[in-house]
């Protein structure tokens, strides 16, 4: 499991070291969450579950790549993954912003911070 360094960073609310975008992409999948407030009750179970799911597996994906990274096949599958995720995380965006659910701006910078 590790030497407790990374848990104990964690619990300190810092960032564990090497770690690489793991924390980046957890605010990101916060920033996704606080913006599915705004969205209209009919789309609460379709198109926010949709960019709940993609957003949670960017951060689930690179934690797994993370913990495989001794294993370079295992660990440049799980990093595909992620970036799969994030792509359809950012096609539910711009379908968000195009229904005017979300504003240009906020997807904007949503979206970048998935990339």
């Not at 407790?4 to 975008?21: D, I, L, M």
């Not at 407030?37 to 951060?59: G, H, I, K, N, W």
């Amino acid at each position: 499991m590790g030497d407790g360094r990374e848990e104990q960073e964690r619990e300190a609310g810092e960032e564990p070291s090497g770690a690489g975008g793991l924390w980046h992409g957890v605010r990101c999948g916060h920033a996704h969450l606080r913006a599915h407030r705004a969205f209209p009750r009919e789309e609460r179970y379709s198109l926010t579950d949709q960019m709940r799911r993609s957003s949670r597996s960017v951060c689930a994906n690179l934690a797994e790549a993370w913990r495989k990274r001794r294993y370079e096949a295992a660990f440049l599958l799980k990093l595909n993954d992620a970036e799969a995720e994030a792509t359809e995380t950012q096609t539910w965006l711009e379908f968000a912003v195009k229904s005017g659910y979300l504003a240009p701006e906020a997807g904007r910078d949503l979206y970048q911070a998935t990339i």
